[in-house]
C-alpha cells in the first residue's frame, strides 16, 4: 500500500548528528517532492526543508541552512534528513511528507537529544 | 511564534458546527493555497483540505475550507467526540519560500 516508514527513535548527546530515512512505497518515488517537518514536544509544526527525490535538489528553511542535509537514494526510493550539531532544542518528533499537499505522512521518529 | 495565526482552542458540543479561522498575510494565504491537516493525539498530521476547499477522498464533507484574502477557516459540522484534535492549516510563503503553520488549533468536543 501507500506508505512512507520511518526509521526508529534516536537518542543523541549535544553536539552529534542524526540521520533519519523515510522509505517510500505504493507509489513512483520521482513523482513527489518530500518534506520534512518536526513538531517538538507540545508544539506546532515546524517545515524545515525539501527534496526533490528525481534530481534530488534541495531547499531548507533558513533556520535549519548548515546543519540539516536532505539526500535521497533512487534505488531505495529512500529519503534522509541529516542534523548535526544538535542541541536540546532539537528534541522532537521528524516526520517526512510527500508532495505539494503534504498528503502522506510517515509516523514520525522522535529524536532525544541528551547528555 | 508561528506565521500563519489560529486560535489556540475552539470548543463546541457533539452535533454541532465549529469553524477555525487561519489568518496570514499577502506572502502567504493571501497568494498561495491552503491547506488544513488534523492531529489526532500521538499520531502523524492527516490532510484534510487542500487548495483551500478540496477534500481528498475519504475525508467526510463534515470537514469544508474557505479562503477569503489574506485569511482561511476550517468547517466542521456535525461535531463528533472522535474530531478531538489539533488542527493546522499551512500554506506556502513566497517571502521566506518556505512551508509555514499556524500554531494549531485544540478543538474540544464537549
Known amino acids: 500500500q501507500v506508505q512512507l516508514v520511518q526509521s526508529g527513535a534516536e537518542v543523541k548527546k549535544p553536539g552529534a548528528s542524526v540521520k533519519v530515512s523515510c522509505k517510500a512505497s505504493?507509489?513512483?518515488?520521482?513523482?513527489?517532492?518530500m518534506h520534512w517537518v518536526r513538531q517538538a514536544p507540545g508544539q506546532g509544526l515546524e517545515w524545515m526543508g525539501i527534496i526533490n527525490p528525481s534530481g534530488g535538489s534541495t531547499s531548507y528553511a533558513q533556520k535549519f541552512q548548515g546543519r540539516v542535509t536532505m539526500t535521497r537514494d533512487t534505488s531505495t526510493s529512500t529519503v534522509y534528513m541529516e542534523l548535526s550539531s544538535l542541541r536540546s532544542e532539537d528534541t522532537a518528533v521528524y516526520y517526512c511528507?510527500?508532495?505539494?499537499?503534504?498528503?502522506?505522512w510517515g509516523r514520525g521518529t522522535l529524536v532525544t537529544v541528551s547528555s | 511564534q508561528s506565521v500563519l495565526t489560529q486560535p489556540p482552542s475552539v470548543s463546541a458540543a457533539p452535533g454541532q458546527k465549529v469553524t477555525i479561522s487561519c489568518s496570514g498575510s499577502?506572502?502567504?494565504?493571501?497568494?498561495?493555497?491552503v491547506s488544513w491537516y488534523q492531529q489526532l493525539p500521538g499520531t502523524a498530521p492527516k490532510l484534510l483540505i487542500y487548495d483551500n476547499n478540496k477534500r481528498p477522498s475519504g475525508i467526510p464533507d463534515r470537514f469544508s475550507g474557505s479562503k477569503s484574502g489574506t485569511s482561511a477557516t476550517l468547517g466542521i459540522t456535525g461535531l463528533q467526540t472522535g474530531d478531538e484534535a489539533d488542527y493546522y492549516c499551512?500554506?506556502?510563503?513566497?517571502?521566506?519560500?518556505?512551508?509555514?503553520f499556524g500554531g494549531g488549533t485544540k478543538l474540544t468536543v464537549l
Open positions: 499551512g500554506t506556502w510563503d513566497s517571502s521566506l519560500s518556505a512551508r509555514v
Open positions: 505504493g507509489y513512483t518515488f520521482t513523482s513527489y517532492y
Open positions: 511528507a510527500r508532495g505539494r499537499h503534504l498528503d502522506l
Open positions: 499577502s506572502s502567504n494565504i493571501g497568494n498561495n493555497y
